[in-house]
């Protein structure tokens, strides 16, 4: 018996005695604890640590205990020659198990479905989420233990049971508000108690094992025989005995019904008057529960796949302009769940398996995941990535969503074969590729379809679905196409210029059940592979709030927002490398009047609104220290034009 875990309390508690009202030799050991010898009386025990209770440990052939030399720190504290007793029953729990032991069950994979399977996870997830505040844990273990012996029996698949036990148990009331239940806790919890249940399987099968067993031993028992036929006699004798008191109630009876028959329909009257009338019950028999009162219990928080960004289970979003970013950075963001790695600074919740679906760009894929699994230090030749082999079935065509699906399901198969992780995240690049919209991308009904055959997806296959979609050339107007893209969506983000820093921004718009409106600066930056391949990958900033952002540098108007966007575009597009200053390296730019052409092909208004609208967006834009200006003569429209700090 240990000291440092009670042992000596445990055996207390299960001998009903203290160790010196014993009567056994017993050792004082160094650490504080107890050696109790005892007799085994010919029965086969084993080597045990804490399975009978904590601290209590059985020490037989085997094992070894130290014994007192007389001048250690072991001693006796008792005759050594005391009659050892035999061992108390509760030790029984440690005799070896006989060579013909058959286990309750034998352990099988999911065998398909199981209606007894269901009601037992249905009802362990019942049980967790309404469980009360205190209880939580040992709720939560219990329940997960119970539904995983069930798994191991086959009747209920395993990542089914994880999915299911682990959103029951973020239902829970947090009895710490400040420390609430996390995703990544309750899952690891249950888990654990599943595994630990699947090591002792059962399949439905136990009560009538055990009432054969109960028949066994009741016919090959006489004396259980003989107590079993004495206590129904004496059930009988008594029943018997009760039947003249049944006789006296009786009476009473017979003398109503011969009262007069006008009498006996005035006492009815009044009876029914004095009870109220008991009203039938709203729910018809056999009748499926269809409805649910809101507001009873706190309600459970959205689990993500990113921390506050990406959800485990639903839809999202990534747009950009062509040349925008956001292959790539779906790609680091592929990455990071595959590897379980940071994304952004965000915290991956959810690591699994990525399936890709590459309508465009196909040829990429490979270099951008393994650069980006090399950014963040892992090995590129071992991560749940998969890609499609032929070319993507279009979502909107006939059979289109089952074609997909099809890939889908090999994807979670191969994951969980080579990997043992679920599949968690599908990504289509791009969205308009992928979808093959019959009229066009700004059909509101065909988008929407295409985003509900999204959400079918995700929650058939318990994932989040994302779709790499584009802007167009204004990208103050967001997604390209219908409005219902953003609306729709459980989250919407935009990659785009940060105007103020000069660089590009991951900005997270609508993000369901959280505050969103978050953004990151970050920039593509060119790397090559081992074999000198050149490709690119994300190196971010910090993220913060875009209203604070906003606030923190003097906000542009739409019209200096628009020139600035045209100034961006005509250096990239027209720009060269020029020798402006003689002691500083060339730099690229535009002439002035490049960048003015540029502003009056996207502005709409006459001639005269289009140059009052240039002039106006122009100061703002060299006030604001946004461009600088180096002139070649007294033409200014022949003025060559660069953005400060490039």
């Not at 970013?325 to 680091?332: H, I, N, R």
Request: hydrophobic share 35%.
């Amino acid at each position: 018996m240990k000291y440092g875990k009670n042992g000596i309390r445990e055996f207390e508690n299960l001998q009903g005695c203290k160790p010196e009202e014993f009567d056994a030799p017993r050792v004082a050991t160094a650490t504080g604890g107890l050696h109790i010898y005892t007799d085994a009386a010919g029965r086969d025990f084993k080597n045990t640590t804490d399975k009978i209770a904590p601290g209590v440990d059985t020490k037989t052939d085997g094992g070894y205990v130290i014994i007192p030399s007389g001048d250690g720190s072991y001693r006796w504290l008792t005759d050594p020659d005391t009659p050892k007793p035999p061992a108390p029953a509760w030790t029984e729990v440690a005799l070896q198990q006989p060579v013909d032991f058959v286990p309750s069950a034998e352990a099988r994979s999911f065998q398909g479905c199981s209606p007894f399977g269901d009601a037992i996870l249905a009802g362990a997830c019942e049980t967790i989420a309404n469980c009360p505040g205190g209880s939580q844990a040992i709720t939560l273990n219990r329940r997960s233990y119970v539904v995983g012996q069930y798994v191991g029996g086959g009747l209920i698949e395993r990542d089914a049971a994880i999915e299911a036990l682990t959103a029951a148990g973020l239902r829970m009331v947090n009895a710490v508000p400040k420390k609430p239940w996390t995703g990544k806790e309750v899952r690891k919890k249950v888990s654990s108690a599943l595994r630990d249940g699947m090591k002792e399987p059962l399949d439905g099968e136990e009560p009538f094992r055990f009432m054969e067993e109960v028949h066994r031993k009741y016919f090959e028992t006489p004396k259980l025989h003989e107590a079993v036929e004495e206590l129904l006699f004496g059930e009988e004798a008594k029943r018997k005995a009760e039947q003249p008191e049944q006789e006296k109630h009786k009476k009473p009876l017979e003398e109503a019904k011969a009262e007069p028959k006008e009498q006996r329909e005035q006492t009815k009257q009044d009876e029914a008057k004095e009870q109220p009338r008991q009203e039938e019950p709203w729910l018809k028999p056999g009748e499926q529960l269809l409805i649910r009162r809101v507001g009873q219990g706190i309600p459970p928080p959205v689990a993500f796949l990113v921390d506050g960004l990406f959800h485990e289970i639903g839809t999202g979003t990534m747009v950009s302009k062509y040349l925008g970013g956001k292959t790539f950075v779906a790609m680091a963001l592929a990455a990071s769940v595959a590897s379980g790695q940071a994304f952004a600074g965000r915290e991956v919740l959810r690591k699994g398996g990525v399936l890709w679906f590459a309508a465009e760009g196909e040829r990429e894929v490979d270099k951008r995941s393994r650069a980006a699994v090399k950014a963040l230090g892992c090995n590129p030749d071992e991560q749940p990535i998969y890609v499609q082999i032929a070319s993507v079935p279009k979502l909107l065509s006939q059979g289109g969503e089952a074609a997909v699906m099809q890939i889908v399901r090999q994807a979670e198969r191969m994951a969980k074969a080579e990997f043992r992780v679920p599949l968690v995240l599908v990504v289509f690049d791009t969205m308009i590729k992928s979808a093959g919209y019959r009229k066009s991308e700004n059909d509101a009904v065909e988008v929407n379809n295409t985003i509900q055959v999204m959400e079918n997806i995700s929650i058939r296959t318990k994932c989040f679905v994302l779709a790499l979609d584009h802007m167009g050339k204004n990208e103050g107007l967001g997604a390209r196409g219908s409005s219902d893209k953003p609306s729709s969506m459980d989250v919407y983000v935009e990659l785009k210029p940060n105007a103020r820093k000069k660089a590009r921004m991951l900005h997270a718009i609508k993000v369901k059940g959280e505050k969103a409106n978050e953004q990151i600066d970050f920039e593509i930056v060119g790397t090559e592979l081992e074999d000198g391949q050149k490709t690119g990958l994300v190196r971010w900033g910090k993220w913060c709030d875009a209203e604070a952002e906003h606030e923190a540098g003097r906000p542009l108007n739409k019209n200096a927002t628009l020139l600035l966007q045209c100034v961006e575009d005509a250096i990239m597009g027209k720009g060269q490398q020029l020798k402006l200053f003689s002691n500083e390296p060339a730099i690229l730019c535009v002439r002035k009047i490049q960048i003015r052409e540029e502003f009056y092909q996207r502005y709409e208004g006459t001639n005269n609104a289009k140059q009052m609208a240039f002039t106006r967006a122009w100061s703002e834009l060299v006030e604001a220290n946004f461009i600088t200006i180096k002139k070649d003569g007294n033409d200014e429209l022949q003025a060559h034009v660069f953005l400060e700090g490039e």
